[in-house]
């Protein structure tokens, strides 16, 4: 199993920075993909960004070239630096971890990103 803790939401201007941490621990050397995901109120939970153990990088096409996703495996932590912020990525964020060879999934709590306008 893994353990998911986000950090580093808040509230923050619209063309404001903040930087997301997820934590993993528990069976870490099974992690192949990490991902950020995130849901707005009334909204499906939608996928944001993912990073796969070799580092290959995939993001929405609603974030492209605002956000970046990275990883540091000797912390064991996947990061989400977002720039440019916009009100409509106000939402709570969730960090996922996909394992092998089971393809089981594991969420964090989330953590709250408020961008006011």
């Known amino acids: 199993q893994v353990q998911l803790v986000e950090s580093g939401g808040g509230l923050v201007q619209a063309g404001g920075s903040l930087r997301l941490n997820c934590a993993a621990s528990?069976?870490?050397?099974?992690?192949?993909?990490m991902g950020w995901y995130r849901q707005s109120p009334g909204k499906q939970r939608e996928w944001v960004a993912i990073?796969?153990?070799?580092?290959?990088?995939i993001y929405a096409d609603s974030v492209k070239g605002r956000f970046t996703i990275s990883r540091d495996n000797a912390k064991n932590t996947v990061y989400l630096q977002m720039n440019s912020l916009k009100p409509e990525d106000t939402a709570v964020y969730y960090c996922?971890?996909?394992?092998?060879?089971?393809?089981?999934?594991?969420w964090g709590k989330g953590t709250l990103v408020t961008v006011s306008s």
């Open positions: 528990g069976s870490i050397s099974s992690i192949n993909v």
């Open positions: 990073i796969t153990r070799a580092g290959r990088t």
């Open positions: 996922k971890a996909t394992l092998i060879p089971t393809n089981a999934d594991y």
